[in-house]
């Protein structure tokens, strides 16, 4: 099972609630101390409400639960194993309704069906209760386990799910942001967002929560998503190879199973992912620019210094960032005036050279009784407060602090107003960190100081106002930044109502993508980080989010420069390409090793400003879609299964091949070219026929890249920033033996 709310008692909880499993399992039945039961029995009743048809679930053990239809392709299944129903609130689902659709009812008395419109049929088994879920084809989507139906701790409110696994061939994919192989079977993986600096691979879990997979298996596909907000689990088969498993420390055991329509595809179910939590709006044009950033940017002059040797090298770039070190003594909405004495004048001549100026911001307010920003808020009542209603004041960057309770629509609109300032001074977007929500541990500490340490968050009996539904930091810790994030999203809109809003966020939850972009947090400079970047990413992209980044070079350590060269071709055609490094370390800039690296630098960045009116298109089709920018070989290719288990190559849309070298000292590598397309490549014009593999020549001088034969790409010359981009020069070129190799020549 997942670790209980208890800090101290993480540990030996999980290894009791395990322990107890055993028990359950091996005796054949419930220890008699135990507080956890089954839901084993359920009387079923059949709803109807003018034209849509649900079943209600009544369980012997006093649960409640409906399964209905949300689209003919799409089953929700809600059970509160303790009693009625919560209210329909979610932080992840769009407002765009979740009842019941028009369904039909057939079975029998044992085992009722609902069946919706396109044929997608639910069964209910009474007794065990578990539930199967059929598509068309009279093919099972997905079933539980009878013999091991779902259960509950009566005392804890804590429940797991078994979901029988159909394959043991499926494979799983999404997750959100997880730091783990492009395939996530055979995973036990952790949702509790956490500030993991400097994460190893295999660290579970890291920022970020989104519990949706698509399962793929022989070509079918099938999504679930878990919308519960507390501290939860999936097992794809880590302590049960024939089983998937889900659960949560809390709250409902609500989900909903894509089923990927008549062709059971990957593409449906993101689709259909995305009509239920949203689509991201199209960033401004800017945003898909090159972005140089880095902890250190001060003072003003050295700010000038670096946008006169952008333009000097003539390297394409659009925004520049400032971390930390731009404020009053890490106060957010202040500039430190010694260091930055006008930034309005700043900001209008970066602005002159085409560049846009991105700022950090912490969710922690510096308690300070000389700060208006702080007595603003403690006025307006607009803090979180301990268990004890005192104000909670916790230690970041600018010492005791004060955070926003963003789960409080007032609180929401309060923080928003605040990016007036910045907007005014002409600052063009916003990067919210450390939301978390972070905290730091004591500097002297009389234990080990692990990446998921509970001190490193809100105590978990926290209160939040939950919009309307006041609950503890157990239910609201996961959402925290994502509603940071939709505060200053919603903020930019209303001060800014005709301008694309930029946020990039560190923590989120699903749904996320509606109000921001997402990089991968504080990675590191090492080759398997660079290689890690890609099934991160594809996942990601999965998972609903289509801006999206990781931090070039590695944020934390220092790259050789062969390493920061591939890393810069790896991330060229990525959907956000930000350079970034912490403090004390060298410089991210393209330039910094000198030749040959600045001119092969360079030419990725080239490569991704051609690129550009592809990248814009491929956004408008995610708004219309939702289909991801980036996306993993599978996606487009699901009856080629070589492709399941590729993690070092990805597409762009559906007609570029990029396959990066992610290794030191090669000049070679192979490249599989997925079934069901031919393949030229970039440079040549070699074709490469589907379902082959070849050893293609990969100096460091360029980025192994293939355009799929038929596409029409959309290719614009070289400019130094998007300023200069005009529709006019976007040619549209027809990927045959006949084009001009390289394409943008």
């Known amino acids: 099972m997942i670790q209980t709310k208890c800090k101290r008692r993480g540990a030996r909880r999980l290894m009791f609630t395990l322990g107890m499993w055993c028990l359950i399992f091996v005796a054949g039945g419930l220890n008699a101390q135990a507080a956890w039961r089954t839901l084993d029995k359920v009387r079923v009743t059949r709803l109807t409400l003018g034209d849509r048809q649900a079943f209600q679930l009544d369980f012997t053990n006093g649960g409640h639960g409906q399964v209905f239809f949300i689209t003919p392709d799409v089953v929700r299944v809600r059970i509160n194993p303790r009693g009625a129903l919560g209210d329909e609130k979610s932080y992840a689902v769009e407002d765009r309704g979740t009842a019941s659709q028009a369904a039909r009812f057939t079975g029998t008395d044992a085992a009722p069906e609902l069946v919706s ?36 701790d009566s005392s804890t409110g804590e429940f797991e799910a078994n979901l ?25 993986m952790v949702n509790w967002n956490t500030d993991t600096y400097a994460y190893p691979a295999g660290l579970d879990p890291i920022y970020q929560t989104i519990p949706f997979y698509i399962a793929l298996d022989k070509g079918k596909a ?38 990927g329509g008549t062709a059971r595809s990957p593409k449906k179910v993101v689709s259909d992912y995305a009509d239920l939590t949203g689509r991201a709006p199209a960033p401004p044009v800017w945003a898909l620019g090159y972005q140089q950033s880095r902890w250190g940017y001060y003072p003003e002059a050295r700010v000038r210094k670096l946008a006169a040797d952008i333009r000097r090298y003539q390297v394409p770039c659009d925004v520049v960032y400032l971390d930390i070190d731009y404020m009053d003594g890490y106060r957010v909405f202040t500039w430190d005036k010694t260091r930055f004495p006008n930034p309005k004048n700043l900001m209008s001549d970066l602005r002159a050279q085409g560049l846009r100026t991105v700022i950090i911001i912490d969710p922690g307010i510096k308690v300070d009784p000389n700060y208006s920003i702080y007595t603003d808020g403690k006025q307006g009542n607009h803090y979180v407060k301990d268990a004890s209603g005192r104000e909670l004041n916790m230690n970041v960057w600018a010492g005791a602090s004060a955070f926003p309770d963003f789960t409080d629509p007032k609180a929401r609109a309060w923080f928003g107003s605040q990016f007036k300032v910045h907007l005014d001074e002409g600052v063009a977007g916003f990067w919210t960190d450390m939301n978390e929500p972070a905290t730091f541990l004591p500097d002297v500490l009389d234990e080990p100081r692990i990446f998921h340490h509970p001190g490193k968050t809100f105590p978990l009996d926290t209160p939040h106002a ?25 903020g930019l809109k209303r001060l800014r109502p005709d301008e694309r809003p930029f946020v990039l966020t560190r923590a989120g939850y699903a749904g996320v993508q509606r109000y921001s972009a997402v990089w991968t947090g504080d990675n590191v400079a090492s080759w398997d980080h660079l290689a890690l970047t890609i099934p991160m990413l594809t996942n990601l992209s ?69 690129m550009l009116p592809l990248l814009v298109s491929l956004f408008e089709e995610h708004t219309r879609t939702g289909a991801p920018v980036m996306r993993p070989l599978w996606f487009e290719y699901p009856q080629d299964s070589r492709t399941y288990l590729i993690e070092d190559e990805y597409l762009v849309g559906g007609d570029i091949l990029v396959a990066p070298v992610v290794r030191p000292n090669q000049v070679k590598r192979r490249v599989y070219f997925p079934k069901g397309a031919a393949w030229l490549d970039w440079w040549t014009g070699k074709r ?34 998007t300023g200069e981009m005009k529709d006019s020069d976007v040619r549209r070129v027809k990927v045959d033996e006949r084009a001009v190799f390289p394409l943008t020549r």
């Open 222 to 259: 099938y999504g679930l998503f878990f919308d519960n907000t507390f501290r939860s689990f999936f097992d794809t088969g880590k302590t049960d190879e024939r089983r998937l498993s889900f659960g949560a420390a809390g709250g409902e055991l609500n989900y909903y199973v894509f089923t």
């Open 688 to 721: 490469y026929e589907g379902g082959t593999e070849a050893e293609v020549d990969a100096p460091l001088t360029h980025l192994p890249l293939f355009a799929r034969v038929g596409a029409t790409l959309p290719i614009q010359p070289i400019v130094q920033h």
């Open 542 to 610: 999965v998972s609903g989010v289509p801006l999206i980044g990781a931090d070039i070079g590695g944020f934390s350590g220092e790259p050789p420069p062969e390493l920061y060269t591939r890393w810069m071709q790896a991330a060229a055609l990525t959907p956000m390409m930000r350079s970034h490094v912490e403090t004390g370390k060298l410089d991210r800039e393209p330039w910094i090793h000198g030749e040959p690296f600045a001119s092969i630098n360079r030419k990725a960045i080239e490569l991704r400003y051609q």
């Open 117 to 152: 419109s396109s044929g997608v049929r639910v069964r209910i088994n009474l007794s065990p209760y578990h539930i199967t879920i059929y598509d068309r084809e009279n093919r099972i989507v997905c079933e539980d386990d009878g013999a091991r139906p779902a259960m509950f």
């Open 466 to 490: 939950g919009d309307g539904r006041p609950d503890t930091h157990r239910r609201y810790h996961n959402v925290y930044g994502m509603q940071m994030a939709r505060a200053t999203y919603e």
């Open 164 to 188: 029988k696994r159909t394959s043991e061939t499926e494979t799983y994919y999404g997750f959100g942001e997880k730091a783990l192989p492009v395939s996530r079977h055979g995973q036990r």
